[in-house]
């Protein structure tokens, strides 16, 4: 074989090197982004695991949902809500979860589409610029996809959440016009006004104390209280926020319902600072070999 001959071969074999050093490099790359969205889902997952936690158990630690009483004249079915809090949750959660990583992914997606265009590939040599344009694709993907969560909501899920709401008297919400017009009894009205208030934003515990107080003292006095078809877990969620604590039989039968909530919490806090730390740490490994590797494709192209 002849010296020029020769120096081809190695030269492919150092092209051939050079394109897998950049395969593995890109395919690290993207197994520290994943370790690294691992890490920013677990720690988004802490914020809400007292959520999750209690409601499993169909606990909250405020009052997220309206509950209808089973002893009610009034048809109110309609604005009723077809899933619990637990799944309402979950799926605002997933809604989040979706829109955070599609935008992600999909800002970076764009940046590399718009690379491929002169004007965007000249000025994309700055980092501070490809960096903008990354954040201005991921505020545009995020608000299309907010328009759309919205746009799915239908006719009846906007119709329950106008239902509660009011400016600054009760007597403003819908559910209180249709119950001072209705004969239904007081305590299922101290019921229905007592979550209303709860679930005003922020929440009127002002207004909400009479009417549990007045659902308090019927529990005490009155022997058919249970006929009402009061929900115990929604007592003990507007006591503990009203009160601070469960005071009545009712809401206090659900203790064991809260000792395993706050067993699953504590689990679930323990198994995500677990992943986090695994997570961070393999992500920061795996981020300094790509960062090596690059830098020793730089050399090789350098000296090519």
């Known amino acids: 074989m002849s010296i020029p001959e020769s120096q081809n071969a190695q030269l ?15 395919h690290l790359m993207w197994f520290a982004t994943t370790s690294l969205s691992l890490c920013i889902l677990s720690i988004f997952t802490l914020y809400f695991q007292h959520d999750i936690a209690f409601g499993l158990f169909g606990l909250a630690s405020e009052t997220k949902q309206l509950y209808f009483p089973a002893m009610m004249n009034l048809d109110l079915s309609y604005f009723s809500s077809d899933s619990d809090y637990i799944f309402s949750l979950f799926k605002w959660i997933g809604w989040l979860i979706l829109k955070f990583f599609g935008s992600f992914f999909a800002a970076f997606i764009l940046v590399s589409i718009l690379k491929h265009f002169h004007f965007f590939k000249v000025r994309f040599k700055s ?20 328009f759309v969560q919205y746009d799915m909501k239908d006719k009846k899920e906007k119709a329950y959440a106008e239902l509660t709401q009011y400016d600054q008297n009760i007597q403003q919400s819908k559910i209180a016009q249709y119950l001072q017009n209705s004969n239904e009894d007081q305590y299922v009205k101290a019921y229905l ?54 005071i009545t039989p009712v809401a206090q039968s659900v203790k064991d319902q809260v000792k ?33 590797l690059k830098t020793r494709v730089y050399r090789i192209e350098q000296s090519l």
């Open 12 to 26: 492919q074999s150092v092209e051939q090197r050079l394109v897998s050093l950049k395969k593995r490099q890109k």
């Open 127 to 146: 980092l501070v610029l490809r960096f903008v344009a990354w954040l201005l694709c991921f505020i545009l993907v995020w608000t299309g996809m907010s």
């Open 193 to 246: 006004l007592a979550q209303t208030a709860l679930l005003h934003k922020p929440a009127d515990l002002a207004t909400a104390k009479p009417y549990l107080q007045m659902l308090v003292d019927a529990e005490r006095q009155n022997p058919k209280f249970d006929q009402y078809g009061f929900r115990p877990e929604q007592l003990w969620t507007m006591q503990q926020q009203v009160y601070g604590k469960a």
């Open 260 to 292: 395993n909530a706050e067993l699953i919490e504590k689990m679930m806090q323990f198994v995500l600072w677990t992943i986090f730390t695994l997570s961070l740490v393999i992500a920061l490994f795996l981020y300094l070999i790509s960062s090596r």
